[in-house]
């Protein structure tokens, strides 16, 4: 049986998970791989995405 789609915004999981203005770095990478687990709203932006992948996250 095919699973269903992802919903494109998880509202209740951008409620709970507010990322502060100017989160350093480690926050930030946290918090895009729990969105991209948990919400498909946008993509995990491209300067963060090399980092992820200079860090072996990837």
Do not use: F, S, T
């Not at 494109?8 to 969105?35: F, G, K, S």
């Amino acid at each position: 049986m095919p699973r269903a789609p992802k919903p494109r915004l998880n509202r209740e999981w951008h409620l709970a998970h507010r990322m502060p203005p100017r989160a350093p770095l480690d926050q930030r990478i946290v918090w895009h791989l729990e969105h991209r687990e948990n919400c498909a709203c946008r993509p995990i932006p491209l300067k963060l995405l090399g980092v992820l992948r200079e860090r072996g996250l990837l």
